[in-house]
């Protein structure tokens, strides 16, 4: 049997964008893990990032850090092992590797092959989706200052990164693209990771596109899902009237790179706002 492969694929993107489901495509392929959340790759930066601690470590930290970072690649490895003997390619989805530029370097530098597939969806769905979500208790998720920070963050650190490497490695998907035709997406995904697309794969995007699973607590009608007109009605229906042209100015830069709106249709749609916005 083939052995694991030496190198990750690493899920990102802003919080509420699709990243769970993009994780369960690839996960239906028998011979993929991809976890759910383990944040492994954010333990390794850490542990590399921590080592600048007199306290923890004084004499010898240049050998040392230099020998962590030749032993922890196989460390995690091991650990997939363990997981899925069966698989030969691995990674994890965790939308927050994008929290911070300096986690992906990491990978990147730890990892030289990871692959990071960045998914990106409407950021007025994100936010519409992160403000109506709730703890168990009732309490909010975010509160809406924060939410739109989260998004320009995440959003901003992995498009900068995106920019530093190659489409070999760095390759970004639309959440709406997705959803619109998920076997045609999913198998130029699989292509571009050069991992082979099989029937389980297949009949897995087939039963999503007929009747769609929710798996990561969905906060609209899963039947609109991608849906531009219903995003942004979503969107309307959480931000006060007064905050909408506050909300939308943040959002602009990623609503235009992204190809959700052009400076015309945003003209448009400021004009559109209720009075007072």
Known sequence: MRGLIQDPIVVLGAPRSGTTY??????????????????????????LLQTGDDRALFAQREAFVGFLRDELP?????YYRTLAPQARWWGDKNPHYAEDEGTLQTISTVFPGTRFIHIVRDPRAVIASLLSKRHDDGTPWI???????LVGTH??????????????????????????????????????LEIPFVA?????????????TGFS????????????????????????????????????PYLLKFGYETKESLDIAYRALPEGA
Not at 74 to 78: A, G, K
Not at 156 to 169: I, K, P
Not at 223 to 240: L, N, P, Q
């Open 143 to 149: 509160e809406a200052e924060a939410a739109h920070v």
């Open 74 to 78: 196989d460390l995690v490895r091991r």
């Open 155 to 192: 959003l901003g650190n992995a498009s900068r990164f995106g920019l530093q490497h190659d489409q070999a490695l760095f390759h970004e998907i639309r959440y709406e693209d997705l959803v619109a035709d998920d076997v045609t997406m999913a198998r130029e995904l699989f292509d571009w």
């Open 217 to 252: 607590g969905p906060t609209s009608d899963l039947a609109t899902v991608g849906d531009r007109e219903a995003a942004k009605s979503h969107w309307a229906s959480v931000i006060a009237p007064s905050d909408q042209r506050r909300s939308l100015q943040y959002l602009a």
């Open 22 to 47: 993009l994780r369960e495509i690839l996960d239906s392929h028998p011979e993929v893990a991809m976890t759910n959340e383990v944040r492994l790759l954010e333990w390794l930066h850490r542990s």
């Open 200 to 212: 389980e794969v297949l009949e897995f995007c087939e039963a999503q596109s007929v009747a769609r």
